[in-house]
């Protein structure tokens, strides 16, 4: 560790003095060393990084994180929690403070469903499950979170669970004198043929500036069936990364949908990883950003064996100074032949000084494929408000039927029903005017 | 009811109306007549409210108001309907939740309560007899992939719902058969009553043997050159619009 000095992080030596220079102890001693000398030789990402070309998080972080201490559990009581459980989503509840598992506050699991701090876990069976791929690309803020993180949670779900209801990952997020980042980390494994949904949400407890950085990785079970919904509506400074990997087996699905409505800046890394035949991963997303609000989804799907598929869909809604970026990268090997991968990309700016970079990046090696891909990005069909107009319907109504349209095909992806219907009512509220 | 006195409307710059005059009131239909690209159908446009058009001159009264003050939708909730010669395809707005929300709206702006879905139910069963339009076609999102027939249709079905004192009908004829050209027809004419009017704007005499007008004028060039009575249609219908060329071009010598 004495190796590492500051010098050699050419990016953001002020935020990462407070990793280095000491050697870490403690649990997870040896992964947090070897985290610690990959990111001594890349830094964190500048915007002169092609994947971070649009989105300046590390400059974000450096200039407004004052103090860069692991934010403590804070005083949360049951009351400050009810208004952050999701009307009408009955679930299973698992509540992280600062992202620390609070048990007083989580409710039960099902029966089938394991979590256990990563702590609690032997050292080969930690070295196994939670050391970063080798010979990947890794992004940078997720070998951050390796280095960093305090304690993370280990999901194992049993074979042939097939859950009633979603479980809910609800992050409680408060900046106190402790410090102002966060680095939850969490771990999901499913026996084989297990069906279960998460809901992960992010609750901003105050207006203060916080940097969540999240790393999760989720390896499904042969035959199952997973989905993670996510909504990001936080606080208005928060800054947040999350890295999220996912390994898909054969006869296996994953979905993953994410609905982003507020924060300062925020950035998405989905990564799924096709491993074998018959399987399948979809990636959906909805951004509707206003103020300053900057959201960046990066997704990564690799195709590596024959038949399997991929569906993505992102549709963003800009307005004001916003700025949404979407980067999807389709890999198919050249094994992976009858890959079946659709990625759609549609944006529409509200105003003149709302911004979308939008890029489809797509790599196939295997020449038997079908693959589809678009990006748009436009206005409101002026066309279309009139003839809403003319039949009475006030311009801001109209609009609003026309944006709603425009998100709802996103929205019917979703399988949870009454979740589905929370997010609706969210996109609903975001797009103003009145329906019915 | 509608008064237009020397409207001139242009785009980009355009010159597109050039004084045109016109009075219609309550009970009458009116048609419009004239070769492709006379500004029948940008003075349909006009009188609904687009936006596109800059009025240069000349005023249009309706029901006593001035109606170029009025923003679209506050002229949809005064009474007036455009059937588009274009309906528009609008994806993901369902056709159901499309009406009801256009109902409620010119519902309140009359002082009246809104529809409950129950009623608003049974008035969409009783419209859609009228114009024979498929339940399965309004349980589709918005003009989405319907034919042209189907369209124009759909177009009437709304005016139906709306119940407009002055339709406007911007070649709702045009694109369909015979058989549908009877059932639209059928359809304006069960609407007709003393108190509303109508301005049927066609390409063809045709549809003016179902739907009788009092009154037929020539458009040409951004001017009404001829008014008449349905006798001009016929005249119309077999000479076709060159005579009335000849005409204008004589007259303006
Ligand atoms: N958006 C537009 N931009 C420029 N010219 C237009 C536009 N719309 C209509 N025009 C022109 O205005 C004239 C009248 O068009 P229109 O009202 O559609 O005629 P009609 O309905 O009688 O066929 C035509 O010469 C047409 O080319
Ligand atoms: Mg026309």
Redesign the pocket.
């Known amino acids: 560790m004495s190796a590492v000095t500051k010098k050699e992080i050419s990016v953001s030596s002020s935020f990462m003095d407070t990793y280095f220079g000491h050697k870490p102890t403690g649990p997870f001693a040896s992964l947090r060393e070897n985290a610690a000398k990959e990111l001594a030789q890349k830094g964190l990402p500048s915007t002169k990084d092609e994947e971070y070309k649009f989105t300046p998080i590390t400059k974000k972080i450096e200039s407004s994180i004052t103090n860069f201490g692991h934010a403590m559990p804070t005083n949360v009581t049951i009351s400050d929690l009810k208004t952050h459980f999701i009307p009408g989503v009955d679930t299973y509840t698992l509540v992280f403070n600062n992202g620390i598992l609070d048990k007083e506050l989580s409710g039960d699991l099902p029966d089938g469903v394991s979590a256990r701090p990563l702590s609690s876990l032997s050292e080969e069976e930690l070295t196994e499950k939670i050391a970063l791929a080798e010979n990947k690309e890794t992004d940078p803020y997720a070998t951050l979170n390796q280095l960093a993180f305090q304690d993370g949670l280990f999901l194992e779900i049993r074979d042939k669970a097939i859950l009633d209801k979603p479980i809910l990952l609800l992050h409680l997020i408060k900046a106190d004198n402790h410090g102002q980042t966060i680095h939850p980390r969490l771990i999901i494994e499913t026996g084989k043929f297990v069906e279960a949904t998460f809901i992960q949400l992010v609750a901003s407890l105050d207006e203060q500036i916080t940097f969540l950085n999240g790393l999760e990785n989720v390896k499904v079970g042969e035959g199952s069936h997973i989905h993670h919904l996510k909504i990001q509506d936080e606080g208005k400074q928060a800054l947040e990364v999350s890295n999220m990997v996912v390994d898909v087996p054969k006869d296996a699905t994953f979905t993953s949908f994410v609905l982003s409505l507020q924060g300062q800046m925020i950035r998405n890394n989905l990564t799924l990883n096709l491993l074998d035949s018959n399987c399948e991963g979809n990636m959906f997303g909805i951004y509707l950003t206003n103020g300053q609000t900057h959201v960046d989804n990066h997704t990564n799907v690799d195709h590596t064996k024959p038949h399997s598929e991929s569906n993505e869909l992102y549709k963003g809604i800009l307005t004001d100074k916003s700025r949404g970026v979407f980067n999807g990268k389709i890999f198919v090997r050249q094994d992976a032949q009858k890959t079946n991968a659709f990625q759609q990309n549609n944006n529409i700016l509200l105003s003149e000084d709302a911004i979308i970079n939008t890029k489809p990046q797509l790599e196939i090696w295997a020449d038997d494929v079908k693959c589809s891909h678009g990006c748009t990005t436009g206005q409101l069909d002026e066309e279309a408000l009139f003839y809403l107009r003319t039949r009475g319907i006030s311009k801001e109504n109209a609009k609003a039927l026309l944006l709603y349209a425009f998100a709802g095909e996103v929205l019917e992806k979703i399988n949870h029903e009454t979740f589905r219907e929370y997010c609706v009512q969210l996109v609903q509220q975001r797009l103003g005017g009145q329906n019915g | 009811m509608l008064t237009i006195k020397n409207l001139h409307a242009s785009?980009?710059g355009?010159p597109?109306l050039r004084g045109i005059n016109l009075e219609v009131k309550p009970g009458e239909v009116h048609a419009i007549m004239?070769p492709?690209?006379?500004?029948?159908?940008?003075?349909a446009s006009v009188l609904a409210g687009r936006e596109?058009y800059e009025v240069t001159q000349g005023e249009v009264t309706f029901k006593g108001k001035d109606l170029l003050e009025l923003n679209p939708e506050e002229r949809a909730r005064e009474g007036v309907f455009l059937a588009f010669?274009y309906p528009v395809e609008i994806p993901g707005v369902s056709s159901t939740n499309f009406l009801r929300t256009a109902v409620n709206q010119v519902r309140e702006y009359r002082g009246q309560e809104p529809l409950d879905a129950v009623k608003f139910l049974s008035l969409m069963k009783e419209k859609m007899k009228l114009v024979e339009i498929d339940q399965k076609l309004l349980s589709r999102s918005l003009n989405e992939g319907f034919s042209g027939g189907e369209k124009k249709r759909n177009e009437i079905f709304q005016m139906a719902i709306l119940e407009p004192t002055l339709s406007i009908l911007?070649e709702t004829d045009s694109g369909l058969d015979i058989d549908a050209l009877k059932v639209v027809a059928n359809g304006v004419n069960q609407l007709k009553s003393a108190e509303k009017s109508t301005i049927v704007?066609t390409h063809y005499q045709r549809l003016l043997d179902y739907i009788i007008p009092d009154f037929v004028h020539v458009?040409f060039e951004g001017r009404i050159v001829k008014s008449g009575d349905k006798n001009l249609a016929m005249e119309l219908e077999e000479k076709g619009y060159d005579w009335i060329k000849e005409e204008v071009a004589n007259t303006a010598v």
């Open positions: 785009i980009e355009t597109i004239g492709n690209g006379s500004g029948k159908s940008t003075l596109e010669q911007d704007v458009l």
